[in-house]
Every structure is written in C-alpha cells, then in structure tokens.
C-alpha cells in the first residue's frame, strides 16, 4: 500500500473524527520519519487540500451516490474524499492510480462491499465527470463561488452582504492562496538587517515587511524547525497585521500590563519586546497546555517580565482591579480573516457561533475596563472582519462607559500614511486590515483610553 496516502488518510481520520487540528495532526504523523521528502510533501499537499476542499468534496460524491454520504461509514467517507480529490484536483496524479489506491485503503479498512462500493464511485467520477458540474456564476453565484473555492454556502453569502460579489469572489479566492510566513524580528536581540542575514546563512530568504519595522516576509524557507534563527529566539512567527497590535497598545518600559488572551504569546512577547524586557506583563488563558506555550516563546525569546496566568479572561477586572497601565484584549473570535492560515476552519463555522461570540467578547472587554487604571490604554483586536464583532462590540461598550475615549489608531513605519488615509475617507477610527484589500491577515484594531481622574 501506498504510505501517503495511508498516512494521509490517517491524519483525515484524526480530523474528521476526533477533532483534531489539521496542522497539529499532520505533523505529528510526519514526525515518525517513515516518509521521503517527495512523499512528505505529497501528505500535506492530499490532507491539506482534502481538507481545505471539504464541502466541494462532499457536494461533488453526491452526484455519484445513491445514499447519503453521512451514512457511509467514516473512514469511507474519507477514502472517497481523497481520490475525488486526486481525480479533479490534481492534475500530476493519474485518474487510474487515484482509483486503485482507494481501492487498496478500503481493502484494508473494510470487506469486500467496501471495496466494490468505492471502486464503482470513483471509476464512474473518472467516466462522467460532468455529472460533477459546478452551476456557472450566471446560473448561481453564490454557489458558484461556495463550490469553486470550497467555502460553505452561508459564509459567501455573509461575505456578499459584506462586500458585494466582485470582492466577496477575491475574499473567497484569496483563502485558497498558499499563505505567506511573516516572522517578527525579535528586537531584544538583534535588528531586522541582522536577521535578514541570519535567514539568508541558513538558506532562507526574506524581504522586510511593508507594515511592520520588525516584520520579515519570507519568500523561500524550508522546514520551520530547521530555521536556527527562529530556535534560538532571533525571530517569533507572527503574520504582519498581528504585529501591529502591539503597536497601537504602544507599551511602555516599566509598566505594568495585561495580555487578557494571551496565547500562544506572539503579541505577548512583542509587547515585551517594546518595554524592552523591562516592567511587568500579565499573560492571561484558560487552558493550562496554552499557558505552557506562552512560558515556551518567552524563554525561547530571552523574555522574563511576562507572568503567565491560569485565568478567564472575565475575571480579570476582580483580580487586577485598577491595576494595569495597559490591556491588551486580543479577543476570542470567528477567525473569519485567518481562513487561508487554517485549512480545517471554514468547515468547523456556524452562524450560531458567530452569533454567539459577541456577548463573550463584550464580556471580556467590561472586565478588563475594570483592571485599567486612570488615564490608562485598552486595545481592543480580533482576527475577523466581520462589524458585529469589532466595530459594534466596541459601540457597546462605549454605550455603558462614558469614561472611556476610542482614539485613532495609529502604527510606524511605511503604511502609517496609508492607513490614516484609510481612516479619514472612511471616516472612522478603528482599523480594519482585509484579505482581499490588504493582502495580509484579516485584522480588527481598536484603541481606547480611560478616562483620568478628576
């Protein structure tokens, strides 16, 4: 049997049916060091696009089955997913091995039924595969964009409300490019042109980023784990609108702050990077495993001025009751600008989760409101784009606080004039970076400060 797309399978399974993430799956099962380098590539290309393809997959297997997908039994599921996947959408891939590849896993995972079962669907895909069809924009654009880019109906359809057709297709379409890696230069060791000859030793290579001064785009770059400058704590991961962040909080050497959802620590650390490791930062999250994270890249980094905290982000105006200079509430949120990063994300949304989120993020801005001193910043940030969590969560909130202030946002560096422009013919104070637009991650950015006493 053939080892990729065994071991492609297993990730799928691990996906699909434990709920694992998909990167976190796929490198641990790389990890085991059976694969070549050809064939460990070909891994991620089959789970990533498999997964990433998802309900396009789903849509397409139905034109060839007579009973429901759901009823076919899981691991089935996704043997079929994967050769529809190799017969449409991998062109280097040979319809016939596609086909008796599949037949080989489901010889392993089920009886005989199975493996006439999924030869008989995949063999009639090759042989009629217009019976796949996608409907073409005139007849349904919606649905023509939901198939083609392989989000859910719902989703285009918020998107559309959003944006209108022509830029909700460029959303939609962006989310299936190969996401770029942008590292943050750590300042505590070294300068941006330092670390650009640091990557170039180690066979990378990088251009500085246009939005951030720590920012490094990376261009060519092999297996992260190899980077000697990201091990050695020169540089953190961190997309370029994420850096900014930090920026607008504009933390100070010696003050005292708070990181309300901290993990994994990639603001965290760039905020103690700004004080110059010098103060006090209160790292806070709910999961312990999160928490070790954060305790991980602040080593990593050279950071000892962050205290992670096992706390709910809501209870932290009770415990640090006027107590912080700065608050950073980078808040959980529907990931809407951050799908092109997770290939399994788009799948797991609802709208009952959009709808949901609002109230815990309004939540957990009250509380930290309660943990700012006199005269003292709150940034408030999500990795969405859509208003009912940025823009009108922050209109709540200053409803019921007439002692706070929302200031214009404001970052260094080259796009400063960019994003001022932005802000005064929107006429608005908030910044909101989009895919589509931007071409970075989708990111909400909002500062207010308290009132001073008196």
């Known amino acids: 049997m053939d080892k990729a797309r065994a071991t492609a399978l297993r990730v799928l399974q691990a996906v699909h049916e434990r709920a694992a993430y998909a990167n976190v799956a796929l490198a641990q099962a790389l990890q085991r060091g059976e694969l070549s380098d050809q064939d460990r590539r070909f891994v991620t290309e089959l789970v990533y696009g498999t997964v990433k393809a998802g309900e396009t997959l789903d849509w397409m297997l139905a034109k060839y089955m007579r009973r429901p997908l759901k009823k076919v039994p899981p691991v089935v599921r996704d043997i079929l997913r994967l050769g529809m996947y190799q017969i449409f959408f991998l062109e280097k891939v040979p319809a016939s091995a596609a086909c008796n590849e599949s037949v080989k896993l489901a010889k392993k995972y089920g009886h005989a039924g199975t493996v006439k079962f999924v030869n008989a669907v995949l063999r009639a895909a090759v042989r009629e595969p217009e019976k796949a069809a996608f409907p073409s924009k005139e007849e349904d654009f919606p649905a023509y964009v939901a198939l083609t880019t392989s989000h859910p109906l719902w989703l285009v359809k918020k998107f559309i409300a959003l944006f209108g057709e022509a830029e909700a297709e460029a959303l939609c379409r962006y989310n299936q490019e190969e996401p770029q890696l942008t590292v943050r230069t750590n300042t505590l060791k070294g300068t941006r042109e330092e670390l650009l000859g640091r990557l170039s030793e180690e066979g990378a290579q990088g251009r500085p980023s246009s939005w951030t001064p720590e920012g490094v785009v990376l261009t060519e770059h092999g297996s992260l784990t190899a980077l000697k400058s990201l091990q050695d704590g020169y540089a953190q991961v961190q997309d370029e609108s994420s850096i900014l962040v930090a920026h607008v909080l504009d933390p100070q050497p010696g003050e005292m702050v708070i990181d309300a959802c901290a993990a994994p620590g990639g603001k965290t650390t760039h905020i103690a990077a700004l004080m110059e490791n010098r103060g006090d930062i209160y790292a806070c999250d709910i999961y312990a495993h999160k928490i070790r994270r954060i305790e991980e890249n602040a ?32 808040a959980p949120c529907s990931g809407l600008g951050v799908l092109h990063r997770k290939a399994d994300a788009r799948r797991n949304k609802t709208e009952d989760e959009l709808a949901a989120l609002p109230a815990l993020q309004l939540a957990i801005l009250e509380s930290a409101a309660e943990a700012l001193k006199a005269g003292g910043i709150l940034v408030y940030s999500t990795c969405t784009i859509v208003p009912e969590e940025n823009e009108l969560v922050v209109e709540r909130f200053l409803e019921t606080h007439g002692n706070f202030v929302l200031e214009e ?31 970075t991650d989708g990111f909400f950015i909002s500062r207010l400060r308290k009132a001073a006493k008196g």
């Open 299 to 330: 080593e990593r980094l050279g950071i000892t001025i962050i205290h992670p905290q096992l706390l709910d982000a809501r209870e932290a105006g009770k415990k640090y009751k006027g107590a912080a200079d700065r608050i950073l509430v980078d």
């Open 409 to 439: 946002v404001e970052i260094p560096g080259e796009k400063s004039a960019y994003v001022k422009e932005t802000l005064r013919a929107e006429n608005r104070k908030t910044l909101t970076l989009y895919p589509q637009r931007d071409g």
